[in-house]
């Protein structure tokens, strides 16, 4: 650069910076698909599988078989997201009605193998079918 060009420095900060936000962009995008794709292995696993069916079992002693109330469940991939709180935050759609919610969240704790769920939230008629 020649000395007192201050639109060479200039220019130059400023490509510098673009530069810096590119990289700020991309690895914020690449640090958010691992983070979804994280959450996605999860909700898809055989733990998280064992432990909502156990839930549902509860709640209905015949769930999942031709006798059940609840016949059939769904998670809602769109919905799961980090609970500030911790665990992952699930919405699970009985019987492909729309109507029919369960949202809950899964922990994993230390002490223990697969996970746990957290409080339940239903809409009131998945409570009406399930009385």
Request: charged share 30%; hydrophobic share 35%.
């Amino acid at each position: 650069m020649i000395e007192g060009d201050d639109g060479g420095k200039k220019a130059l900060i400023g490509v510098s910076l673009a530069v810096l936000a590119a990289v700020g962009v991309v690895g914020g995008k690449v640090y958010m698909n691992n983070n979804d794709n994280k959450i996605e292995n999860i909700v898809k696993s055989d733990e998280a599988k064992q432990t909502i069916e156990e839930m549902l079992k509860k709640l209905d002693s015949k769930a999942l078989t031709s006798e059940g109330k609840i016949k059939t469940y769904k998670i809602d991939e769109s919905y799961s997201k980090v609970n500030p709180m911790g665990g992952i935050d699930i919405k699970i759609v009985i019987n492909n009605n729309e109507k029919l919610v369960l949202e809950t969240t899964l922990n994993k704790y230390s002490e223990g193998k697969g996970y746990k769920h957290g409080a339940l939230g239903m809409t009131q008629e998945l409570n009406s079918l399930l009385k």
